[in-house]
Every structure is written in structure tokens, then in C-alpha cells.
């Protein structure tokens, strides 16, 4: 690159290609870690003789308490060192506890995996986030960071499908097996096929930011952009319900229609896939059309997609009939993570290219902890004190009432539009 003038040279379209595409492949295994979980909820909880509070525990508190943690010192040294050797070492070590999790006997056995495989899963997204700004100009980066949260969907569905088969054929443990000794033969292939870019390369101010900021500097920026904490709030009352639905939905099949578990697998995964895919990337391509002129919209399709989810949600969990369920299930199911491309890609550009790694570790410890630690653990507490009186559907019952945070995101999203094109960083 030319340093004497401010015009980036843009990395070759093959060479984005391939980058984005081992991204979502290791985000891909990011999910299915995390959710694989969900649809093990349901043998572990048989063998294991655990409650439906420690469940919660295990699947969202476990992994989001040292996720949360460990993601903004990491994502500061991203900021600084390479952020592919970052991604490459948290890979094996989150895919090497995953297997881990099959040897657990106990649940704190199993708690502290789960611990594990957040400490390494701390370094796998907000680097990620990063590169993906360094191989795509501005007016791109909200579809390519929709493409990269198709890992979240498909992730998901492979998470639960392949779960539920190994558990249903085999035994639950061999499903943390072989997804975690697959993820660790997948880093050498990232490591060796991306190469670190140039930081800021395709922004103007990159050459008078080379030096990375201190998290100091870094909050004191956000102290002056209410929109950046706005979209936060929005972001994690949906993620609290998105992770609770993702965790709790196959057990919900099983108790309330009296599914298999390999049945209830496919029925949640192709609504995942089908629907998750449809909603992130209809969120990004729209937040980058409608964003050009009006920076406001980054927030506006959030707010929307949040507003509409609700009487969906209403009309799938109360019908008795599966086929009412399956296709209720698809609208909220996109809509509820239609967020993601625009608001990801919003943070990007509320912070200077060197904070970038570090405000999306600060955007993530915040969700996370609200949405894993939290959405996971409310949903199934909840559920065991709805027990008495509701039985096998007080899973229905705690999820409904769950559904009601979109309206707090919504109106959070909606606040941040009146505020985000100010504080865009221009």
C-alpha cells in the first residue's frame, strides 16, 4: 500500500472470498459448541439427574462467565498483535474443552468445561469482527458481517441436528467428542490460509490512528455516543431471548408435543437455518441500502424486525397444531436476528479503527453476559417454578413470557436511530 496518500488498495475479491467464507466455517463451529448443548439438554439432564436451573446454568452462566470476562483483554491485545494467531489459538483450545465436556460425570464437571470452552470462545468473535472491517470497504461491511452471522444459524442447526442424531444412535458424549476434535483440526487450515491485514485500510483516518488505543481512550469515545450504548440494551433484551429460545426450544418439543429427540432436532434446525438465514441477511442487505443516505436505518431495521417478532411468537407457542408452530416459528425466528449485520456493523463505524476490536469485545461482554448468562438461566428458572401448576408446558409458558424483551429492544433500537448519525465516525 501506497503511504503516501489516503486511498486503500482493495484486498482481491478472491482473496475476500475465501477469507470470509473460513470465517463463517469457524464461526460456524463458534455455534455449534455453544448450541450443541440445547439439544443435549435433554439425555444429560436423564443422565446426569440434573434440574432444569442447573441446565440453565450450565448452558448459558458456565460459558458467558469467563466469555464475557476474557473478551475485552483479548480483543485490546487484538488490537494490537495478530489477530489471526488470536483466532487460531482460541479455536483449538474452545474446540479441545468442547471434548472435554464429553468426559463430565457430574454437573460441575460439566460446569467448569463449559467455563472452558467460554474462556477460549473469547477470542474467536470480536478479532473477527475486526478482520472482516480490513477486507471490505464501508459500504459493504454490513452484508459481510450478515454473511459471517450465518455461522450463528447454521452453526445452530448443525449443532442441534448432528447432536440429536449422535445421541439418539450412540451416546451423548461422542457428540462433544467429535465436534471438538474436528474444530481443532480446523485452526492449522485458518491459520495458514489468512493473512493479517492492514489495519484501517480502506478508512481515511487510518494513518493518524496507527497506534492502538488504551481502553481508557476507548470509553471515553463511548461516553460521547449514547447510540453505541442503546444499541447494546437493544441487542441483549434480543439476546436474551434468542439465546433462551435457541437453549430451551428442543426441550420444549420433547415435553409439550412428546417429540423424539432426533424429531425434535430437525424440526428446530431447518427453522434456524431456513429462518435465521432469511432474517441476518435481509438485516444487512437493508441496513446497507437504506443506511447510504440515512444513517439512522442501522438502527431502524432492528427496531422494526424486533417490533414484529412478538405476535408471532404468541401464535407459535400456543397452538397445539406442530405445522402452525413450524411455520410461526420462521417469521420470529428471522426477524429476531435481523439485528445482527446492522448493529454490528453500526459499531464499527461509532469507533476508530483502532478501537474496533476492543468496543466489539465491550458490545459483546455486554450481551453476552445479559443474553447467555442471564437469558438461559431466567428461562429455566422459570420454568421450574411454573412446574406445579403447568407440568410438561411450563416450558411453553416461561418462553412466552420471555418473548416480551423484543419490545424493550425495540424501543432501545428506536431511541438509537434519533442518535446514531451523529455519532457516526466519518
Given at each position: 500500500m501506497n503511504t503516501n496518500n489516503n486511498e486503500a488498495v482493495p484486498a482481491?475479491?478472491?482473496?475476500?472470498?475465501?477469507?470470509?467464507?473460513?470465517?463463517?466455517?469457524?464461526?460456524?463451529?463458534?455455534?455449534?459448541?455453544?448450541?450443541?448443548?440445547?439439544?443435549?439438554?435433554?439425555?444429560?439432564?436423564?443422565?446426569?439427574?440434573?434440574?432444569?436451573?442447573?441446565?440453565?446454568?450450565?448452558?448459558?452462566?458456565?460459558?458467558?462467565l469467563f466469555y464475557t470476562g476474557l473478551g475485552i483483554p483479548v480483543a485490546m491485545l487484538a488490537d494490537r498483535v495478530s489477530r489471526t494467531w488470536i483466532m487460531t489459538v482460541a479455536l483449538t483450545v474452545w474446540s479441545g474443552m468442547t471434548a472435554v465436556c464429553g468426559l463430565a460425570n457430574s454437573f460441575w464437571q460439566l460446569f467448569l468445561a463449559r467455563v472452558g470452552v467460554g474462556v477460549g470462545e473469547a477470542g474467536g468473535v470480536a478479532p473477527a469482527y475486526s478482520l472482516i472491517t480490513d477486507f471490505f470497504p464501508p459500504h459493504q461491511r454490513a452484508r459481510a458481517l450478515s454473511v459471517y452471522s450465518f455461522g450463528i444459524p447454521i452453526g445452530s442447526t448443525l449443532g442441534i441436528i448432528f447432536g440429536g442424531y449422535i445421541a439418539t444412535v450412540i451416546d451423548w458424549r461422542y457428540a462433544f467428542f467429535?465436534?471438538?476434535?474436528?474444530?481443532?483440526?480446523?485452526?492449522?487450515?485458518?491459520?495458514?490460509?489468512?493473512?493479517?491485514?492492514?489495519?484501517?485500510?480502506?478508512?481515511?483516518?487510518?494513518?493518524?490512528?496507527?497506534?492502538?488505543?488504551?481502553?481508557?481512550?476507548?470509553?471515553?469515545?463511548?461516553?460521547?455516543?449514547?447510540?453505541?450504548?442503546?444499541?447494546?440494551?437493544?441487542?441483549?433484551?434480543?439476546?436474551?431471548?434468542?439465546?433462551?429460545?435457541?437453549?430451551?426450544?428442543?426441550?420444549?418439543?420433547?415435553?409439550?408435543?412428546?417429540?423424539?429427540?432426533?424429531?425434535?432436532?430437525?424440526?428446530?434446525?431447518?427453522?434456524?437455518?431456513?429462518?435465521?438465514?432469511?432474517?441476518i441477511w435481509t438485516g444487512g442487505w437493508l441496513s446497507d441500502k437504506l443506511g447510504a443516505d440515512k444513517k439512522a436505518w442501522y438502527a431502524l431495521v432492528p427496531a422494526i424486525a424486533s417490533l414484529g417478532t412478538v405476535p408471532f411468537y404468541f401464535v407459535a407457542l400456543l397452538s397445539p397444531n406442530l405445522a402452525t408452530v413450524f411455520m410461526a416459528l420462521l417469521v420470529p425466528t428471522a426477524l429476531g436476528l435481523a439485528w445482527?449485520?446492522?448493529?454490528?456493523?453500526?459499531?464499527?463505524?461509532?469507533?476508530?479503527?483502532?478501537?474496533?476490536?476492543?468496543?466489539?469485545?465491550?458490545?459483546?461482554?455486554?450481551?453476552?453476559?445479559?443474553?447467555?448468562?442471564?437469558?438461559?438461566?431466567?428461562?429455566?428458572?422459570?420454568?421450574?417454578?411454573?412446574?406445579?401448576?403447568?407440568?410438561a408446558d411450563s416450558l411453553r409458558y416461561s418462553i412466552l413470557a420471555g418473548s416480551v424483551l423484543y419490545l424493550v429492544a425495540s424501543v432501545m433500537f428506536f431511541l438509537a436511530a434519533r442518535r446514531i448519525d451523529d455519532d457516526w465516525e466519518r
Open positions: 482481491p475479491a478472491e482473496n475476500r472470498a475465501w477469507v470470509l467464507f473460513i470465517l463463517v466455517v469457524v464461526y460456524t463451529f463458534n455455534w455449534i459448541d455453544r448450541q450443541i448443548t440445547g439439544i443435549l439438554a435433554v439425555p444429560i439432564k436423564e443422565d446426569l439427574g440434573l434440574t432444569d436451573t442447573q441446565l440453565g446454568l450450565m448452558g448459558g452462566l458456565a460459558f458467558a467429535i465436534v471438538g476434535l474436528a474444530g481443532i483440526a480446523l485452526a492449522p487450515i485458518f491459520r495458514l490460509t489468512v493473512r493479517e491485514p492492514e489495519r484501517g485500510r480502506y478508512d481515511l483516518s487510518h494513518q493518524k490512528d496507527a497506534r492502538p488505543a488504551r481502553l481508557g481512550d476507548l470509553m471515553r469515545t463511548l461516553a460521547t455516543k449514547p447510540s453505541f450504548w442503546l444499541l447494546i440494551l437493544g441487542a441483549s433484551c434480543s439476546s436474551m431471548m434468542g439465546y433462551g429460545l435457541f437453549f430451551w426450544l428442543p426441550s420444549f418439543l420433547v415435553r409439550s408435543f412428546e417429540m423424539q429427540l432426533f424429531d425434535a432436532s430437525l424440526f428446530f434446525g431447518i427453522i434456524i437455518l431456513v429462518g435465521g438465514i432469511a432474517g445482527l449485520g446492522p448493529v454490528i456493523s453500526a459499531f464499527q463505524h461509532l469507533v476508530r479503527p483502532n478501537m474496533r476490536a476492543t468496543a466489539s469485545a465491550v458490545f459483546l461482554f455486554v450481551n453476552n453476559l445479559i443474553g447467555i448468562g442471564v437469558g438461559t438461566w431466567v428461562v429455566g428458572a422459570l420454568s421450574d417454578a411454573l412446574a406445579l401448576r403447568f407440568a
